[in-house]
């Protein structure tokens, strides 16, 4: 697998989320759902039927929502 793209599970981990692989599924899937005007809207592509994530899309979303903390 390419080391720039996450599935739900890497991400999962690099978020340090615990749960079924539902319930973080459902999550994530409430991000992406989001408007993609909103800072927490999480970009996201399909291949097949499942989300992956792209690396440089996940640094962007943390710096994002890194900011809006402070």
């Given at each position: 697998m390419n080391q720039d793209i996450l599935d739900i599970t890497q991400l999962?981990?690099?978020c340090k989320l615990s749960g079924?692989?539902?319930a973080i599924a459902k999550r994530f899937q409430r991000l992406r759902a989001l408007p993609k005007s909103s800072?927490?809207?999480?970009k996201a592509f399909k291949?097949?039927?499942q989300?992956?994530?792209r690396l440089a899309d996940i640094l962007?979303?943390?710096d994002r929502n890194a900011?809006?903390?402070r």
């Open positions: 999962a981990e690099r079924t692989h539902d800072m927490r809207h999480l291949i097949g039927n989300a992956r994530y962007e979303y943390e900011k809006r903390s």
